[in-house]
T-cell receptor
Framework: GAGVSQSPSNKVTEKGKDVELRCDPISGHTALYWYRQSLGQGLEFLIYFQGNSAPDKSGLPSDRFSAERTGGSVSTLTIQRTQQEDSAVYLCASSITRQGIEAFFGQGTRLTVV | SQQGEEDPQALSIQEGENATMNCSYK?????LQWYRQNSGRGLVHLIL?????REKHSGRLRVTLDTSKKSSSLLITASRAADTASYFCATGLIQGAQKLVFGQGTRLTINP
C-alpha cells in the first residue's frame, strides 16, 4: 500500500475485554515496530519484528500483551483483559531491513478503556 | 529506560526566530533520527544522521551529532507557525540495529 495503515483508528472498550489492533506495513518492508504513546508523553517501545520473528519483545508491559506477524506483512497487537492504564495511542511503523533507514508510521489507534 | 532524552521539554518562540532542540542518549548508536509529530498521531521522518557524520542539512533543518558527548541538536531556522509540533529524536542502536528508541520529545510552539 501507499503507507502504513492501522485499524481501527479509534477503539473504546470496557475494562476486562480483549482488543486486537491491526497494522498493515508498507509492502516490502520487513521490519515492523509497535509503540505506545500516552497523552503528552514520548513513544514507549513495545515490540519489533524482523519478518515474522520478533527478536525483541522487551517492551511488552505484561503478559496480557502479545503480538504476531504473519506472512511477513500484517501484524496484530492483542491486549487481553484490558485495564484503564492501557488507554493510549498505539503506533505502528515499518522500515526496509537495512541499517539507518527511516521508519514510516501509521496514524495510530487511539484506545480508550472505560 | 528511554535511550534518548530531549531538551527542553517545551519551547515557545516567535515566528521567524530559530528553534534549537537537543537530544542526549546513553549507549552506542548506528544513527540518530529526528521525527515530527502533529496532533499526537503519526510521526514523520525529518532527517537522519549517521554515527560517522557530524552535521547534516535539509532545507531549514540543521542537525549536529557529537558522539563523544552522546548528544545531537536540531536547529530549525526562520521558524513558521506551521512548524508547531512535537519533535522527537530516535536512536538506531548498534546492538539490535533495527530497533529505534525514542525520547520524550520537545513540544515546539511558534507564535505568529
Amino acid at each position: 500500500g501507499a503507507g502504513v495503515s492501522q485499524s481501527p483508528s479509534n477503539k473504546v472498550t470496557e475494562k476486562g475485554k480483549d482488543v486486537e489492533l491491526r497494522c498493515d506495513p508498507i509492502s516490502g518492508h520487513t521490519a515492523l515496530y509497535w509503540y505506545r504513546q500516552s497523552l503528552g508523553q514520548g513513544l514507549e517501545f513495545l515490540i519489533y519484528f524482523q519478518g515474522n520473528s520478533a527478536p525483541d519483545k522487551s517492551g511488552l508491559p505484561s503478559d496480557r500483551f502479545s503480538a504476531e506477524r504473519t506472512g511477513g506483512s500484517v501484524s496484530t497487537l492483542t491486549i487481553q483483559r484490558t485495564q484503564q492504564e492501557d488507554s493510549a495511542v498505539y503506533l505502528c511503523a515499518s522500515s526496509i531491513t537495512r541499517q539507518g533507514i527511516e521508519a514510516f508510521f501509521g496514524q495510530g489507534t487511539r484506545l480508550t478503556v472505560v | 529506560s528511554q535511550q534518548g532524552e530531549e531538551d527542553p521539554q517545551a519551547l515557545s518562540i516567535q515566528e521567524g526566530e530559530n528553534a534549537t532542540m537537543n537530544c542526549s542518549y546513553k549507549t552506542s548508536i548506528n544513527n540518530l533520527q529526528w521525527y515530527r509529530q502533529n496532533s499526537g498521531r503519526g510521526l514523520v521522518h525529518l532527517i537522519l544522521i549517521r554515527s560517522n557524520e557530524r552535521e547534516k542539512h535539509s532545507g531549514r533543518l540543521r542537525v549536529t551529532l557529537d558522539t563523544s558527548k552522546k548528544s545531537s541538536s536540531l536547529l530549525i531556522t526562520a521558524s513558521r507557525a506551521a512548524d508547531t509540533a512535537s519533535y522527537f529524536c530516535a536512536t538506531g542502536l548498534i546492538q539490535g540495529a533495527q530497533k529505534l528508541v525514542f525520547g520524550q520529545g520537545t513540544r515546539l510552539t511558534i507564535n505568529p
